[in-house]
């Protein structure tokens, strides 16, 4: 038996006995029950993801399995990319949940939010296995539904999870939506919907066909994705779905939106032109911009980690549009490195993103709060959990020795070498790129260091931080766990080279992407090598070097209290807060952020001078948000409300509506 | 032989519906409407005869249960605890609606044609009947004050769709017509407490009181 096969089979059949298990089980064991469940489902999609990179394809056509279309699967190696990434992020988030729901557990523990989780991670895994049309939007569809279930886990908790969900629920129909009028126009042009077949007729399409099918999916799957300007949604999903969801929302759920437009643009479509991967590139560029941005100065811890999701997606699709663009220009060489930093930086984000959003569920259990503002001092309280955190939180800086650095040095590789002769449009945008890369890059350092610095350093600055008691022994194996991948990942990312050769060979027919073997990654395209072990064991040398130096070396250390303007001891209110650091950072982006402050000064009664209280207060709000979505509502209000005119509360009438539409379709048939 | 009985059936569901309109008793709109259930199940039945096909006559007995059996069982049981058993005062009297019958039923054959060129056999040729009995459906629920009467409509409008499924197609596959009937039975259940509790709080089950639920 095809091994693909029988681990998919393994995965399906635990998730719906996982689900039938957890809806009777006592309450006490029910977070047990799913989380294993979970986590089984998730090592039997990683089997099946790393059986299909390996060169094992599988297809079938189950026609009894659903009405008219029936169920079409067909895994390769793009597939089983996405699966053993899926199937990874579940494995770790399935043990995650077993502490995070389970005894004086945080987050909904009621049977039928249970039961979804592992029914959410199968229909994810089945998004990428599907090989036609109907196949994967009915995944598409199961994904989104059951993600939305427990996205308002909590929603008896704060009215602000119902927003979430509203929000959520709307724009991920709307993507849907979009998805399906593109896929099945492509259907309709190519004459078959499944996958092999539209793959067949793709290359014959009219360039307007192709470019409005490309379009509609770009749009459904961008949105599902998190790109900037339609990432509305994910800020809100991510921040008030339970943490285990918005692990794996972020790490899992998003990236699909990444398969989407890869099998969509490069695999079905077969490239296409130019402008398309211009405008990806664009919306990549934007996406990375804004969100890093918005990271930066937001005070939430989750909604900082969701808004750095928008920014590492949109490094990724920024990888994917130099991809497409070097492919188009005939460089096949590059397009392939380019290829291989999107779908690593996949990986490696889903590695990073799993690890901090369990950590910040860690958090959030043990103090009650996400606000960084009222954190700090974790580090005593919560050695364990601080640094693992920390191992996240250096991945997705970016920064060497964490994996971050891996995949997005092999972007700037791909953006750098450009062919001399590639024509005026790419040679301004491909430097435009390597300065978004670089800017991001940087903010993005400052905004980890202040979710360390002022989230789990220094003194707690909150009641909730102080009486912090460190997470369940699950909770932490979970992110041992994911540290380890990202660990790995970091070090010897040349284990993942021969299945990116794979599938960008698939995809682009391309040359060999890496050539050599051993722990170097040398790219043979394009001949830069990077040594991420030796770059591991270069950064730790010095740093335990500098610091063994410094204390062999340094002045001998003495304790004394510090200067305290001679106004008694300090608190922990005179600390940096979140706010206070990214302060200069709003400041250099004041145009771009358009923050709403105000500042309050009380004086006291007896004289204007002296100042009793000072109250700042300041808003971020999402301005993009603002400006491109609160017209449409606005617009939408206002129709909705002059259609309650239509309707006066009389059946009578409603029915009257009906039949007078009835009647008027058949005579308009009757006249024509 | 066939041919005939189908036609005869066809007739007698036209016939029903017609005579559902000019009936004020909601009894006896109940009876014509298990008369009618009665006719789709006899159509039902032909055609699996006709084309001998076992799962059309699996089809057939649902449709006979839930026509004959459940649905004018679960109306009785509705009429019996509410104490109008007249249409007082319908929005459209009675000889208006029959010339508004006669109308609708002129334009289902008209707007049917295309329908039946496509397969001119005697079975499609039936089909305009359905299209007829869907409109007068409508209309029953668009002009009548009391619940049971919009019930009723909806079920017309019901037998009306699946009369044209089977005329034109000449048998719905097993999945649909489950499906359509659950949704049915669904319905009219809901329509059941909708009734009940309509009588509890207003005394009556005139439809025109739930607008004071209109804000």
Known sequence: MNPVAAALGAAFALAGSGAIAALPAPARWGPAVVGAATAGVGIAGAAAGGAAVSGTVWQAYLPDLLPLAGVRLAVDPLAGWFLLLVGGVAAVVGVYTIGYLGRDGHGPAARGALAVLPVFVAAMLLVPAAGSVSTFLLAWELMAVTSLLLVLGEHRHSPAVRTAGLWYAAMTQAGFVTVLLGLTRLAAAAGGESFAAIRAAGAGLSPVTAGGVFLLCLAGFASKAGAVPLHPWLPRAHAEAPSHVSALMSAAMVKLGVYGIVRVGFDLLGGGARWWWLLLGALGAVSALYGILQAAVATDLKRLLAFSTSENVGLILLGLAAAGVWAGAGQDGVAGVALAAALLHAANHAGFKTLLFCGAGSVLRSTGTRDLDALGGLSRRMPATTALFTVGALCAAALPPGNGFVSEWLLLQALLHQAPQAGTVLTVAAPVAVAVVALTAGVGVATYVKVLGTGFLARPRGDGAATAVESPRSMLVAMGLAAAACAGLAIVPVVAAPALERIAGELRAGPELFAGGGVDLRLAGIGSIVSPLWVAVGVIGLAVGFAAAGRALGRARRRAPAWDCGDGPLTARMEYTATSFAEPLQRVFDDVLAPEQDVDVTPAAESAYIVRAVAYRRRLPDRIEAHLYGPVIAAADAVGRAGRRLANGSVHRYLAYMLAALVAVLVAGVIR | ?215
């Open chain 2, 1 to 215: 032989m066939t041919d005939q009985l189908l036609d005869l059936a066809c007739g007698l569901l036209l016939l029903t519906a017609v005579g559902v309109l000019w009936r004020r008793e909601l009894s006896a709109l109940i009876t014509l409407l298990t008369v009618q259930g009665a006719a789709l199940t006899c159509i039902a039945v032909l055609l699996a005869v006709e084309h001998r096909h076992a799962e059309t006559l699996f089809v057939a007995a649902v449709v006979g249960i839930l026509k004959i059996g459940v649905l004018p069982w679960l109306l009785r049981r509705v009429l019996a605890r509410i104490p109008e058993a007249r249409e007082t005062a319908p929005l459209v009297n009675i000889a208006a609606s029959m010339l508004a019958a006669a109308a609708l039923t002129l334009l289902a054959y008209t707007a049917a044609r295309p329908l039946v060129d496509l397969a001119p056999s005697p079975t499609a040729r039936a089909a305009p009947v359905g299209f007829a009995v869907v409109l007068i459906g409508f209309f029953l629920a668009a002009t009548r004050r009391r619940a049971v009467s919009q019930i009723v409509g909806v079920l017309l409008v019901d037998n009306g769709i699946a009369a044209v499924a089977f005329l034109a197609t000449g048998g719905v596959p097993l999945v649909v017509e489950l499906g359509v009937s659950a949704d049915l039975l669904l319905a009219v259940l809901v329509l059941q407490v909708l009734t009940t509790r309509l009588r509890a709080v207003f005394g009556g089950t005139d439809l025109d009181d739930l607008r004071e639920l209109h804000d």
